[in-house]
């Protein structure tokens, strides 16, 4: 059974940067077709894609957020890291990791961890 | 860039039929659906236009009529009420989500 739980601090000051954790089960970062994805949402609206990570470190970015976002793997602890510099109030919304392979789904986020709000006010 | 468009709701008795549009998804590129019920994490209904993941029920289909994409809810029951959001990708390989359909069912 595949698992995802996103991990971070709730409330975060702007212009301070922002490091999510997905700790996940059930899958290898290490298996071929295999990526792990952020999705954000802030409250009340929609869906928004912000990276991707692939078992093979390619790694994809929203063009809007791309100058903002890092997204690392540790394959071994079964973790993978987003970092959102320079965050302002409109980064406020719930952070989701998602999981990913290629075949048979190719672009579809077939599991997702519950989600962890995150608050950016001073 | 592209962008997806969705209506903002559709309103349903139970038993009859929903039917959500989603238009901007470009020719060479699939869609998939997802549904959120309120305080939840999204769950993937369709992939790849018109594939159901096990465990969805058979109620829920996928079809792409002409330029648009559809998620069709046959016998719409009340569990259903959810928002529903369309998801595709560009040739660069970037994702965009629609801005979702509320689904309320009378």
């Known amino acids: 059974q595949i698992t995802l739980k996103e991990a971070g601090p709730p409330l975060v000051k702007p212009t301070q940067t922002l490091t999510l954790t997905c700790t996940f089960s059930?899958?290898?970062?290490?298996?071929?077709?295999?990526?792990v994805g952020w999705i954000r949402q802030p409250p009340g609206k929609a869906l928004e894609w912000l990276a991707l990570?692939?078992?093979?470190?390619?790694?994809r970015y929203s063009p809007s957020l791309k100058n903002r976002l890092t997204f690392t793997k540790d394959a071994s602890k079964d973790q993978v890291f987003l970092t959102i510099t320079n965050v302002a109030p409109v980064d406020t919304a719930t952070y989701y990791c998602?999981?990913?392979?290629?075949?048979?789904?190719?672009?579809?986020?077939?599991?997702w961890g519950p989600g962890i709000l995150v608050t950016v006010s001073s | 860039s592209f962008e997806l468009t969705q209506a903002p709701s559709v309103s349903v008795s139970p038993g009859q039929t929903a039917r959500i549009t989603c238009d901007g998804v470009?020719?060479?590129?699939?869609a998939y659906w997802y549904q959120q019920k309120a305080g939840q994490a999204p769950i993937l209904v369709i992939y790849?236009?018109?594939e159901r993941p096990s465990g969805i029920p058979e109620r829920f289909s996928g079809s792409r009529p002409g330029t648009t994409v559809m998620l069709t809810i046959a016998g719409v029951q009340a569990e259903d009420e959810a928002d529903y959001f369309c998801?595709?990708?560009?040739?660069?390989?970037?994702?965009?989500f629609g801005p979702g359909t509320m689904v309320t069912v009378l």
């Open positions: 998602a999981h990913q392979v290629v075949e048979p789904l190719r672009d579809a986020f077939d599991v």
């Open positions: 059930g899958f290898s970062l290490w298996s071929s077709g295999v990526g």
């Open positions: 990570l692939y078992w093979d470190d390619e790694t």
């Open positions: 470009l020719a060479d590129q699939y």
């Open positions: 790849r236009d018109t």
């Open positions: 998801q595709s990708a560009d040739s660069s390989g970037s994702y965009l």
